[in-house]
Structures are given as structure tokens and as C-alpha cells.
């Protein structure tokens, strides 16, 4: 495994979380601040804007049950709630009262319910405000890529199967297409995304991660409720060549976002 994966895991420890042991990184001072990443890898997505943050902040993040160096059990059915319960373990397992939160990608689904658990006093801490990057909050107008497609919306045996057969050159175009022509991904950080994918056999189990994409359908009149009727300052910092949720999105919602 790529040398700097190695040292950002051995940045973080592990705790138990119903019967699953759940990757974590807690690091800097000054306001708190709850980092979500998203969809496939980890935590290490936020690297090269790490040293920044612990500067002003005490960042808090940790890998999605099933991703990255948390545990990847098989027979399991990943959901949003879950998601949402670990969060809410982990800010007590922290001991902090409130936090800002700073969300990607699959975080931003989960931020989502985490507002619509606010207006219904179902968190156990205080939101103080939320950053959205590009991530599929209007599912009206989020394009997902054809692999997301097909691992999400396929029977179980052939997501499992599809899954099996991602290979590496695959990955790379996936991730080439997300990014702008100017902010290529090198090749480095391609084999690290593919060491993260693969650790613990992650890989075979991506297919039920991906389901959860189209599982935004269920509760879009209420995330979208929760984003109109909080009063948790909200932020919108938008890729705009991202063809998932780029400047498209922006547009036909009506975001005043950064770009």
C-alpha cells in the first residue's frame, strides 16, 4: 500500500460501533469542525487540504461504515440512518456539544438528513453550519456516471459481480471524468484511490454502497424540506465541471454558491 495511505492511517485509530470497528481522525484546535467524505474511497480525499484545516479548526472525520479503513461487512444493508446514527455515536464518543460540518459528494446526503433530524431534535449536538461541495442534492438534476449506474441499479449478483470486474483503468476514467481538464488527477493519487478501494476487499463490496445513490429518491421532499426551513447557515462550493453535479445543478436550483 502506497506509502502516504499507510501514514494517513496510522493517523487515525478505530472505535467499535455496533459490532463494527469505525475509522477515525481527530486532530487540530480552535472551532470544531465534522469532515464528510464521499463515495469510494475515504477520509483521504480531504489530504491536501488537511494541514490547512487543523490550523483553525479541530477537524473530526472518520470513513463510512464499508469504506476505506472502517469495517466492510458483506451481508449488510447500508443506509443513510446509519450513517446518520454513527455520526451522532461519534460526536458523543468525541464529547462535543456542536460543530461545523464541511460535506462531499455521498456527505452530502448524509448532511441532508442530518438537517432534517435538527428540525425533529433527533441529534444529540448543535449544527452550526453546513458547507455543501458538488454532491447530489437535487436528484432532479444530478447525473450520475454510467459505472455508478450500473453498480446501484443492477440486480445484487450482477452489482456483485460488476464490482468484482471494476479494475484499475476503469476507476481511472471515472475519476478523470469528475475532474476538470486543468486538475487532472496524477497517477499517484489514482494508486492510492485504488490501494483505499481495495483495502479489506472493499472493492467487492462497492455495489452496495452505490445503492444508496438512487436511495436519495426516498427522501428528497424531505431533505429538501429540511433545507428550506432550517436556520443553519448554509454554503454551497460548486465544481462547475463536475458532469455529476457541476454548474448544471447550480443553475436550475438557483445556488449562490462559490464556483
Known amino acids: 500500500m502506497d506509502k502516504e495511505v499507510v501514514a494517513w492511517k496510522n493517523k487515525g485509530r478505530t472505535v467499535e460501533v455496533n459490532g463494527h470497528q469505525v475509522f477515525y481522525i481527530k486532530e487540530g484546535s480552535g472551532p470544531n469542525l465534522l469532515i464528510l467524505h464521499g463515495y469510494p474511497f475515504n477520509t483521504f480525499e480531504w489530504k491536501s487540504v488537511w494541514k490547512n484545516l487543523v490550523k483553525d479548526y479541530t477537524v473530526f472525520t472518520f470513513d463510512y461504515l464499508g469504506m476505506g479503513f472502517s469495517d466492510k461487512p458483506k451481508e449488510h444493508e447500508y443506509s443513510f440512518h446509519e450513517h446518520c446514527e454513527i455520526v451522532n455515536f461519534l460526536i458523543e464518543f468525541w464529547g462535543i456539544k456542536q460543530t461545523h460540518i464541511l460535506s462531499h459528494d455521498l456527505g452530502v446526503s448524509i448532511v441532508q438528513e442530518l438537517l432534517a433530524r435538527d428540525l425533529a431534535s433527533q441529534n444529540c449536538f448543535k449544527i452550526q453550519s453546513v458547507v455543501f461541495m458538488n ?5 432532479d438534476s444530478y447525473k450520475p456516471r454510467m459505472i455508478q449506474r450500473l453498480l446501484s441499479q443492477s440486480p445484487k449478483p450482477i452489482g456483485r459481480l460488476l464490482s468484482k ?8 476514467k471515472s475519476i478523470q471524468s469528475v475532474f476538470a481538464a486543468y486538475t487532472q488527477p496524477t497517477d499517484k493519487l489514482i494508486n492510492q484511490f485504488w490501494d483505499i478501494l481495495n483495502y479489506n476487499d472493499g472493492k467487492s463490496i462497492a455495489y452496495l454502497i452505490g445503492r444508496l445513490v438512487f436511495d436519495k429518491l426516498n427522501h428528497q421532499e424531505r431533505w429538501i424540506s429540511a433545507m428550506q426551513n432550517t436556520k443553519i ?11 455529476n453535479s457541476g454548474i448544471h445543478m447550480a443553475k436550475k436550483n438557483n445556488l449562490n454558491g462559490i464556483n
Do not use: A, V, W
Open 165 to 172: 470486474l471494476l479494475t484499475k483503468k476503469k476507476l481511472e
Open 135 to 139: 454532491g447530489g442534492l437535487f436528484m
Open 233 to 243: 447557515p448554509m454554503c454551497f462550493i460548486n465544481g462547475p465541471f463536475d458532469p
